[in-house]
């Protein structure tokens, strides 16, 4: 191995293999800002991290996005979009990268174990102009989604 660079030999011809220098492994990921909630918020994406956090022989998984559409069982190329939201959103990394007939082929591996979900976050969104318009919206004073029992709001007096 050299500069972190190996050569194999591949089903299909020779493949160069170039491995990332692993960052510091989070075993908890605190999330909170909203960016990537937006980024967990798919189920798609989801199972996709999903998938790249299970333990596997050595740690976490490291997977192409080949890898993970047979595991899935969706089309490759449906996933290529909603890896690169999660690799924007810091939760996935490219692990190695790889050259297979002359295509570059990424392994992605997840940036943390698992996820838990910060105090801030619902404070933080909380203080936008739109959040607490939302959150009045209602004479009780609950967020429309919530499914409410309360007695609304007396009106204010004169």
């Known amino acids: 191995m050299n500069?972190?660079?190996?050569?194999?030999?591949?089903?299909?011809?020779?493949?160069?293999?170039?491995?990332?220098?692993?960052?510091?492994?989070?075993?908890?990921r605190t999330v909170g800002d909203a960016e990537t909630l937006?980024?967990?918020?798919?189920?798609?994406?989801?199972?996709?991290?999903?998938?790249?956090?299970?333990?596997?022989?050595?740690?976490?998984?490291?997977?192409?996005?080949?890898?993970?559409?047979?595991?899935?069982?969706?089309?490759?190329?449906?996933?290529?979009?909603?890896?690169?939201?999660?690799?924007?959103?810091?939760?996935?990394?490219?692990?190695?990268?790889?050259?297979v007939s002359g295509i570059l082929e990424h392994r992605y591996q997840a940036c943390q174990q698992?996820?838990?979900f910060g105090r801030d976050l619902i404070r933080e969104q909380g203080t936008t102009g739109d959040a607490t318009a939302v959150g009045r919206s209602r004479a009780c004073g609950c967020p429309p989604a919530v499914g409410c029992t309360a007695s609304p709001r007396p009106a204010a007096g004169p």
């Open 3 to 28: 500069d972190c660079r190996c050569l194999n030999v591949w089903q299909d011809g020779y493949v160069t293999e170039i491995h990332a220098p692993a960052p510091e492994m989070r075993a908890v």
């Open 114 to 116: 698992d996820l838990r």
């Open 38 to 99: 937006k980024a967990l918020a798919d189920p798609l994406r989801l199972a996709l991290l999903t998938a790249l956090m299970r333990a596997g022989p050595g740690g976490l998984r490291v997977m192409s996005v080949k890898e993970l559409a047979e595991e899935l069982g969706e089309p490759q190329t449906k996933l290529y979009r909603h890896v690169k939201q999660l690799e924007a959103a810091n939760l996935i990394r490219v692990a190695a990268s790889r050259m």
